[in-house]
């Protein structure tokens, strides 16, 4: 399977590729349009600030390769919040693939920490990105800024407040947690992604 | 829920681990790789890597290690020992950790949690804090592995570290350390309501009730641990079993 990860700079990405390596799949790392065009299937994945992120996309027009994407593309954590309409982080304009704003945690109590980092459940868990589920899941959270839940909210996850741990809009499906740290868990879902 | 962790603390020294281990099913018990991979198996949350290397080869060995163990973990760890400077931390994030954890250095030249902040951001800063309290009832901060007092209050530094950006804080105290009776919940509990970042309890696991007491009576966020875990005198998955039973939210 060809499958290609969107490089913009944006983190460490090599705990994705080799989660990816013990999947048994090669990834190919490139900012190249057509390559991204021609994988089977795309990760969109990284950390950081999301004005940066999205300076990078654009000037790269990686923006436009993304949004055009037929198959399916999974972003990861700030991958996540950039396909959204609008983030808090910096004020800044995303792609727009999920016609939602980003926010950030306000902490109401002195034991709501930002960031949220660390396990937390998955609940309401929908789609075959999380066939095998139970319910009684966890998995890897760091970030400051979250997706409210949406009509495209397809797992939920309660920290502060209800917010989208995972969405999906046909080809798009994104987690605002890390699979790829998630232990075993994590591996189902990246293994569900391939299978798609 | 956000689940409290439980972080078995592995010792290297020139790319092997230190303490001894009860891990059966191991080709290479000594292998810090094997170990954290059993370790993540058994349902440890986090990792933490500690090189207590004193050689510059030693160092190298240590880098290599912690590429091998980011191929092989899918669950976050930290690295610690010997990192002193920014290009440091560069090594250990390039090599694939999540995190860094600085004890010594911070309190040297406290501007490097700035500068490791600005740089990947708090998440990956952890600051430990080695502090023993002395007989006047005060935590006093020392450094070089305990040997050496600063003159600083934990208090106040861990208060300092958190302002500069820190992530979390790893306090051992050192006088509770090894001494199996438990973690020190007073001093715990004081940094986890004071401060608004993640604690984590170091230093005096004896028991399964340890843990318990640290989250309920500590406040705090996560539980480290070494040999009660590589001695096999607690399983990981036994405790978290108690853990829930008692009412406390651990993921399973």
Known sequence: MNVAIVDYHAGNIYSVIHALERLGVNPILTDDAEKISKADKVLF???????QAMQYLRQHKLDEVICSLKQPILGIC???????????EGNTQCLGIFDIDVKRFQPQRHEDKVPHMGWNSLTDTQTPLFKGFTGDEFVYFVHSFYVPQCPWTIATTHYITPFSAALQRN?????QFHPEKSGSVGEKILQNFLNL | MLAKRIIPCLDVKDGQTVKGTNFVNLRHAGDPVELGRAYSECGADELVFLDITASHEGRKTFATMVERVAATLSIPFTVGGGINEISDVDRMLSAGADKVSINSAALRRPELIDEITRHYGSQVCVVAID??????GTWQCYVNGGRVPVGKSLFDWAHEAQE?????????????DGVKNGFANEALRQLADNLTIPIIASGGAGKMEHFRDAFLHGHVDAALAASVFHFGEIGIPQLKQYLKGENINVRL
């Open chain 1, 171 to 175: 080809n798009f499906y994104a987690t």
């Open chain 2, 131 to 136: 502090a023993r309290q002395e007989a006047d």
């Open chain 1, 45 to 51: 994945p990284g950390q950081g600030e999301a004005h």
């Open chain 1, 78 to 88: 700030i991958g996540q919040q950039l396909m959204c309409r609008y983030s808090e």
């Open chain 2, 164 to 176: 500069r950006g820190a992530g979390e804080i790893l306090f051992t105290s050192m006088n509770h």
